[in-house]
């Protein structure tokens, strides 16, 4: 009887705890059981957190999530092109997560589906009757020979994609006086397609501007056949390239950076096996990508190692109180934060309809947009969908590079992204590509 008054006493010590704080260690909550669990605390893991403790209620949504700080990665570009800073693409993980929702300070390590548990990295279980993954992309650096150790070693190796590194890219460009820039895509999926030839764009600029581009070659090896997986923007892509004299080579996937030598060495995927070795003076290098070990390697995920779920639903397709959202999952579009506002509001109606065991009704077409910086100034804001046909939101050619598109990606985005988005009351402009579109005869798909 007396331990049965000691255990009584804790729990409810702890449950009082808890009404002051929504942010606990596990060690508090590590009995308790959710209505939802979102595992990250990304773009899509905030939105869906907010949407739904509103609809839930404090205490029945908990987010998993070990970082301090939520960065917004599609301002990393500008990050490295020196036009913004990396505090201006920083925030406190918990300014970002809804005030009434658990904040579990852990990394998710193991996933139960049958029997609807999420093991935390300080072994403690999180059990849950809906589950939404959430957990992005891995950098995965060490699959190439020579890496991350050749960003200690060399100061010309750098890369947007990682917040230890993004910050060494526009001291580099500035350092360059000439010789071999050389720009890489990995040959896995990657988050954003369009950023590896973005700070290309931003660092050739910034030769001309500093006088060392007759001195320059600027080089885009890339393991894709084409530039860009849209023709319609992959042609105004070529374009830019040609006109700045850019060299372009297809098929080459960077397995190895000797920095003693500054050399790279890439294999021709024309002729595997084939190896290609490029000096450098500033070396540009998009990683790898994959989803998170513990992800890849548990029960929900498809042989590619994505979450296993329905292309328009975004449901599961073996356990379906499990859905998935953003890069993580296996949608076939570009992974990006449009990707993810627009499958948030599929999500939040489907969830909601599973919830109430109703019918599912809401459609993700695979909506996507990548702004494609091509100048401090100038952007083609690409748009499109599962077909890789484009869905723009304005009544003009978005083909083409616009200053205004510029000013919508570098101002307008990122208060969207702050104040919309992570608070879960954007999905997405295909409203407002209806609204614009009105009497114009398009016959352009509307997003979900």
């Keep these: 009887m007396a331990v049965n008054v000691l255990q009584h006493s804790r729990l409810v010590i702890l449950e009082g705890l808890k009404t002051r704080s929504r942010h606990f260690s596990t060690a508090v909550i590590a009995q308790k059981n959710y209505k939802l669990v979102v595992v990250g605390g990304g773009s899509g893991g905030c939105a ?25 990665q599609p301002m990393f570009t500008l990050v490295g092109g020196g036009i913004k800073s990396l505090s201006d693409a920083t925030r406190p993980m918990k300014s970002v997560l809804p005030a009434k929702c658990d904040w579990i300070e852990s990394k998710a390590v193991k996933f139960d589906p049958v029997n609807q548990k999420v093991t935390t990295a300080s072994g403690e279980e999180v059990g849950y009757d809906y589950l939404v993954v959430a957990m992005g992309l891995q950098l995965n650096f060490d699959k190439i020979k020579g890496l991350p150790e050749a960003f200690d070693l060399d100061p010309q190796v750098v890369s947007n994609y990682w917040t230890k590194t993004v910050v060494n890219t526009y001291p580099a460009i500035q350092r360059f006086k000439g010789g071999n820039a050389i720009f890489t895509f990995p040959n896995t999926p990657i988050k954003c397609a369009g950023a590896p030839q973005k700070i290309m764009y931003l660092a050739e600029e910034l030769f001309r501007k500093n006088n060392t581009r007759k001195d320059t070659n600027v080089i885009f090896n890339t393991s894709l056949g ?6 319609k923007y992959a042609e105004s892509l070529l374009k830019v390239v040609e006109s700045r004299n850019i060299q372009v080579n297809y098929k080459r996937n960077l397995v190895e950076v000797r920095a003693s030598e500054r050399e790279a060495v890439f294999e021709n995927l024309d002729n595997p096996g084939e190896m290609e070795v490029f000096k450098y003076d500033m070396l540009h290098v998009t990683p790898p990508m994959s989803t998170p070990d513990e992800l890849r390697t548990s029960d929900i995920v498809n042989e590619a190692g994505f979450v296993d779920v329905n292309k328009e639903t975004l449901q599961h397709n073996s356990f379906p109180n499990i859905f998935a959202i953003g890069d993580c999952n296996s949608a076939p579009t570009s992974k990006t934060a449009a990707a993810v506002a627009a499958q948030c509001g599929v999500l939040e109606r489907n969830l909601s309809a599973v919830m109430k065991e109703g019918k599912q009704s809401a459609k993700y077409d695979g909506y996507t947009s990548c702004p494609l910086i091509t100048s401090r100034g100038k952007c083609i804001l690409a748009e499109f969908d599962y077909d890789a046909q484009p869905l723009e939101t304005f009544p003009i050619n978005q083909g083409k590079e616009r200053s205004t598109m510029y000013h919508l990606k570098a101002k307008v985005m990122p208060e969207l992204y702050w104040k919309m988005l992570l608070k879960g009351y954007w999905n997405g402009p295909g409203v407002y590509r209806k609204l614009m579109r009105l009497g114009m005869g398009s016959s352009q798909k509307p997003s979900a």
Aim: charged residues 15%; glycine residues 10%.
């Design 226 to 231: 084409v530039i860009f997986g849209v023709k």
């Design 48 to 72: 869906v957190a907010s949407k739904f403790v509103k609809k839930l209620g404090a205490g029945n949504v908990a987010v998993i999530e070990p970082c301090q700080h939520h960065y917004y």
